[in-house]
């Protein structure tokens, strides 16, 4: 699936506010400096002067003037750090600055399109909305253990730590997560907390519901017409970073299902890329749903957590109920 022109523009457009916005938050860094500094504004208006009377002495064949210019430059750049140290700014207070340093707010590096632009690829093709509204609203920020006790406590706190590590890691070791368990007991605001994570250092997620994935992927499969669409979309699912399946299960499981998901995780693990996937099937129900080969891939590459308690999001609508209620009364 390739980007429309009407897409790639708006992409395009995007890292051109990016640049404008970065340049005009630095032109304000750079004129609150100068009205606090004069002698930093003296030093760096008196740069260009220094450079075409060293220019001139080089064209005179003055062969150490370029040696001189270095050490000179160097001279004001240092003398201008200590200014800003000085007045409480850093010492990179007014060198340009980007959303994305890997590739300087363009979207390429070099000819190759940057993790930054691959990733708004990603939610423009695939539909990604959804998990940019979740991971806003359910993250590690927002955590909290005070729904569970006792034993599902101890499992939610496993499993926190073990996604705080699976971030760690990420970029030195491939894993996999499995969280499986009882309805509404966290699985997939886990899954949000790290993709959110990663999504911030520059890594490529896909997002998927269990029946969104297997309804693209049928849709693609089945239409003769979508060949190079079908090529495409599985290129980035078997590539990405990180892929999330999300309530696995709840799908309409049949034999096109069983063998489009072994492909996936045997490719994903084959190419040592990370995958997630929550579920409320217990393990033997994955086993029977599915296929041995599929239980076997699970169970040998997947930290596996459990997740029991409570329903939380029922618990939730009924809190905010009866606030709404109490509302209604004062």
Do not use: W
């Amino acid at each position: 699936m390739a980007l429309t022109k009407a897409q790639y523009d708006t992409i395009k457009r995007s890292y051109e506010e990016k640049q404008n916005h970065n340049m005009r938050l630095l032109m304000q860094r750079r004129a609150q400096v100068y009205a606090k500094l004069p002698e930093y504004r003296e030093l760096d208006t008196s740069v260009g002067g220094t450079c075409v009377a060293h220019a001139r002495l080089l064209l005179d064949g003055d062969q150490a003037a370029l040696d001189e210019l270095r050490q000179e430059l160097a001279r004001k750049a240092a003398r201008r750090r200590k200014l800003l140290s000085q007045a409480g700014y850093p010492p990179d207070y007014l060198e340009p600055f980007y959303d994305c340093p890997d590739c300087q707010d363009t979207g390429y590096i070099g000819s190759e399109k940057c993790h930054c632009f691959r990733q708004q690829e990603i939610t423009l093709l695939y539909e990604q909305s959804g998990i940019q509204e979740m991971i806003a609203r359910e993250n590690f920020d927002t955590l909290s253990t005070s729904y569970y006790k006792g034993e599902d406590l101890q499992r939610f706190e496993n499993a926190v730590s073990i996604s705080h590590k699976f971030v760690e890691d990420f970029k030195k070791s491939y894993h996999n997560l499995l969280f499986y368990g009882t309805v509404g007991t966290g699985k997939s605001f886990l899954s949000g907390c790290i993709a959110r994570e990663l999504l911030s250092l520059g890594m490529a997620v896909i997002y998927f519901s269990a029946s969104g994935l297997f309804d693209t992927l049928a849709r693609y499969n089945f239409d003769t017409k979508a060949k190079e669409t079908l090529y495409n979309f599985c290129k980035d699912i078997y590539n990405s970073d990180l892929v999330i399946i999300d309530d696995l299960g709840t799908e309409v499981t049949n034999s096109f299902v069983t063998s489009q998901l072994f492909s996936l995780l045997n490719e994903r693990h084959l190419r040592q890329k990370a995958t997630i996937i929550s579920t409320n099937l217990n393990l033997e129900e994955i086993r029977d749903r599915y296929s041995d080969r599929i239980f076997s891939r699970i169970t040998s590459n997947y930290s596996l957590c459990k997740l029991t308690g409570p329903d939380i999001r029922m618990y939730k609508r009924r809190l905010s109920g009866k606030e709404r209620q109490a509302a209604t009364k004062l």
